[in-house]
C-alpha cells in the first residue's frame, strides 16, 4: 500500500500500520491562498450542516493496533447536541477498556483513567462526521486540491495545526494534526455516510505507532440522556 493510499483509508475497521511509510506531508497549498471570506462562509455552512439534531446512540466494533499490543471488541457511543459525547468500550468478553466523555473541547476521564484510546478532540468530533475545530482555533487557509477535496487549515496559539480535507457534499473526508508541517494525528473516514454517520474510520498516531479503528454497526434515535452520562466514573454500568 503506497504512503498516499495509506494517509486516505480512515479505517473505523482497520489497515496495516506501515511504519516504513513515515508521517505523510500534508499537500502544498498554492502560494496565493491566503483566508478568503468564500471559504470562511463554507466552513460554517459545513458546520451547521454536520451538527447534531437529536440524541443517538451508536453501536460500532473497534481495533487498536500498536507495537506489542493488539486488542478489540465492543463500543458504544452516546451523542447529544450541541456536542455532547459518550465513550464506552468493551472487550469481547465485555469488559470496560474506556469510559469517556467529551462536552464541547472538555474530555473527561475517571480518576485513574487513561485517555491513549480517545482522540484529541477534533478528531473525535470529526470521526462522527462532526465539523468542529473548537478551541481558539482560527481559519488560516483554504484552497481547491487538484482531486476535487476543499483543504481548509486552522492554526492556535496553543495546539497543532488543522488540516481539513472536505469532499464535494461537505462531509469530512480526513483530518490531519500539523507539528511545524509534518502529520502527527490523522484521521481518515469512509464516505458516502451511512445514517448520517461514517461506517468506518481510523485514528492514527504516527508518532506512538497507534492505530484505533471503528466499524459502525448500528444507529438509534433515542431520548435525551440523564446528565450524570457525561460526568464518567469508575463505578458507571
Do not use: K
Request: proline share 9%; with cysteine.
Amino acid at each position: 500500500m503506497s504512503c498516499s493510499r495509506f494517509r486516505r483509508v480512515f479505517v473505523l475497521a482497520g489497515a496495516a500500520l506501515t511504519v516504513s511509510c513515515g508521517p505523510p506531508r500534508p499537500p502544498e497549498p498554492p502560494p496565493s491562498g491566503s483566508p478568503a471570506v468564500d471559504y470562511h462562509r463554507r466552513a460554517l455552512l459545513v458546520e451547521a450542516q454536520t451538527r447534531l439534531e437529536t440524541p443517538v446512540r451508536l453501536i460500532f466494533d473497534w481495533n487498536v493496533r500498536e507495537p506489542g499490543l493488539r486488542s478489540g471488541g465492543r463500543g458504544v457511543a452516546r451523542l447529544e447536541p450541541p456536542y455532547r459525547a459518550r465513550l464506552d468500550l468493551f472487550t469481547g468478553r465485555g469488559e470496560t477498556v474506556l469510559r469517556a466523555a467529551l462536552v464541547g473541547d472538555d474530555l473527561r476521564i475517571p480518576d485513574g483513567g487513561s485517555d491513549e484510546l480517545v482522540p484529541p478532540p477534533a478528531l473525535f468530533w470529526s470521526s462522527l462526521g462532526i465539523f468542529r475545530p473548537g478551541g481558539d482555533y482560527r481559519l488560516a487557509q483554504g484552497w481547491e486540491a487538484d482531486d476535487g477535496t476543499l483543504r481548509l487549515t486552522y492554526d492556535s496559539s496553543s495546539r497543532p495545526d488543522l488540516l481539513y480535507e472536505l469532499d464535494d457534499n461537505g462531509d469530512v473526508a480526513a483530518l490531519a494534526l500539523l507539528r511545524d508541517g509534518e502529520t502527527v494525528d490523522q484521521l481518515s473516514l469512509s464516505l458516502p455516510l451511512r445514517d448520517g454517520f461514517p461506517a468506518e474510520a481510523t485514528y492514527r498516531n504516527l508518532i506512538d505507532f497507534r492505530e484505533l479503528t471503528f466499524t459502525l454497526e448500528t444507529v438509534e434515535t433515542v431520548e435525551s440522556y440523564p446528565s450524570d452520562i457525561w460526568f464518567p466514573r469508575n463505578q458507571d454500568m
